[in-house]
């Protein structure tokens, strides 16, 4: 990438770049692109009103706008096809049958859904928030800045998530202020350069109006209230308690009220203060009746879940408290089956010969394919075998990522790291594992800013592509009849290329804005 | 007060004060209502990306409709006498003569006035942005939450600020906040509590709309550019280096680029930055060439002064880079004279007799009066004896507070602590102070949240009525001619009883929002 390396960030003076990061950093405090400190030794922020801004370059990065384009055009085939996969609750324990007796957190979601099984679920209807990662494959692909020329390397899926998507608020406020910035000429650097930071190579990222949308479209779903005893609908918001990242959540929950009529948005914390604040009619209405309402009970419409994802949340609290979400006539956002999908052996399940076209079109299946790269269980198999072969080769494993079924970000292994950490481990552990063909993006430069500083050099991306839906449970041999499929905004995050983790809010990233190129 | 104590403000339980505190910092996070840490060895920002939310009150405060509603009105007068007094040079002088070999920051305005006549003012329009402070006065006073009855104390201005007035932005944010908690209602106390928080008791606050509006029209005014050299004409912020408080400052920024067409705003650091990148033309225009706009040089339309109010900033390079932007085209926010027509001594002056009158008409004279206290030069004068007399005995000086001309907060002596500190200075000395009736407020209750912890009891509050204007220096015996006079918006500020400071960023009190009764 020596050409645009060259050629691309600008070369500010000293004077000019400090200007441009002190105005960065005022731009985040007035705009709400914060994270609150965290004591290290707790992990939850010591006082919850110190805060800092989260990472962000200091320029946006080149991205083909090619690619761009299809990651965008590829959302609704995502989103059907997920919501298809979240209606084959056969299909989904074929996946993960092999997992449930390895991975706790598997085990007690299928459990969960096993119990309201037997009652029967009490709503047909759930919404989907999902957002498709990308990386650009093709390590020496070369950047072509001269019009006419295109991009030869490729775009692959890195994972798709359906549950508790973060990044989008923070993702919108980055695309905010690299437009600012451009808009008031912070970037401009005279005719002569060959790289021109313009609105026009920016694309618009509308990600708090899109979800908060959804999530208004289903309440609307769900319709007016059916219990006496509560006074009106309105959203919950399921949090982690002490989250540190609430500037992410909270502008949903602000753009709810401020729509009009207003959307009522409640948070309560999982799974103590859902369990303590929220009870179950016979009908199976959710109603929401903490001290802070003072004498006031709510009936949930829709539950979005933005806690529930982790293993230690599923104690016997954990368990009963999703339980309860479940069993009830909330709409949930996902679904618990839509949840199941998020991990990693659903995602390679889905790279079977066949299996896409078990949901979905061939002619969208071609399309969605051709985002995969090769993904093995590490079982039984003949894919397994092949998959234990690879993995613990010191030389094959270098072209490979170790993923445990749900990542949630910090567990991967890469490469050479492989073969020691699976000697490491008992070999009934291993099905825990998927085994991934490591995407070899192609460096570009850039600044880095970060409650560490600042770090120049080169840098890799990753696109996350939001995905809203509204989907009911199908009938006559359909999976699933779709009520709304929309791609609903993206996110950019920017690492440095040495650094094998993507997670912004821990400090490995910053969040990005592409310049289409 | 005890009436409304018992009723006001409303008994949450521990549990629900919690949360309502949880989501008041969540709040102030993700809407920039914050300040950045300050190191308390240097007084500046240790690491400027560290910031904590600014003190506001969990409640908004009662305070007398009637009074509020008269302040506003009030606020036209002002603007128009404080208009006419700075194009009122003799006036001034003769208000402030004998300031001058006291008071150093006085006498380098003066001086630098002096300088600029020489060659005269090349600009003859000028813009305000006024603060008028208010506290209720009458601490028996009783605030009857009955429908009918009135409050019977009364208005009385604590000051004028003409120059560099903050709290406009934190203002309307803590007005922004108290009005989501009473939309969302967090602060419902059923239809049994005597005192309902609604949306109709708060007053809407638009000072960010008000004063960047104020702005554009000061830059639509200067008209097109003049200089060959110059791209366009901006607004220039001219701001004290390193500040905590930006977030006062940056959203009026935002809101010119914000406009359509957008109005170019940049800021520059008084005084080593601004001699630095700005030059004047043999025709006067402020030209702004900082390495951070690459080769593009822009005319400033507008000066608007967030610097230069501290004695400190007038050493010999202040005095050079105030005298550049006094000498040039550009409409300055506000003018010298009308910044010097902010010192105490001013104000005094116009409590003497016929002073008013000398500049607006009788009926708005009398009206601007009845909000006056009483107020006396530490002179030779017949005033000045009687103030002496006041201000030296133990008894009588506890009605009082002795004031430095220029503020600047935290400078005040109050009470039967004003005879030894005179005591303790040089006679010369005493012509830089005036003595001031002190205000007694009557208290009620409410809950300060700041960054020390949150403060349950009495307070006080004080109520600030902004008021933008924009004027011609007058012609045929006219003092000025008025092209724009506008009420721009409030804040109301609210500290503990027994604290005499009122200065929210350094911790002495909150941002809040009155609730009309």
Redesign the interface.
Known sequence: MAASNEQYPPD??D??GL??I?DI????????S?L?HIDPETNFPDD??????VGVTVFPTLFPREQFDRACGLQTIYNELYCAMAEDEQWIFEAIRDLIPVDPLAAALWGIHEEVKKVGYAQKVSVGIFRSDYMLDGPGAEFPLEPGKSFDGSLKQVELNTFSCAGATNANKAAEMHR?FT????Y???NGHPINISLAALPPNNNIASLSGCLATAHDTYGSKKSVVATETAVLFVVQPNNFN??DE??LE?AL?DRDP?I?AYRVNYPVDLLQYTTLTESRELLFH???????CVEISVAYMRAGYETHEYDTIGREARLRIELSMAIKCPSLLAHICTFKRVQCALTAPGALEHFIPASKAALIRSTFVSMYPLDDSDAGARARRLATDPELSQNYILKPSLEGGGHNIFGEDIPDFLASLPESQWGAYILMERIRSPSVSNVLLS?SGLDSGGVISELGVFGTCLWREGTEGRHCEMLQNSVAGWSFKTKHEDVNEMSVVKGYGCFDTPLLF
């Open positions: 500010f003076s004077e000019r200007a441009l002190s950093i005022d731009w985040q405090i007035n705009h709400g914060l609150k919850p009103s110190q805060c800092y801004p600012y808009r008031t000429n912070a401009d650097t005279g609430i500037a909270r502008p602000y009220w207003p009522p903490p001290p802070w309402l003072g004498s006031k409650s």
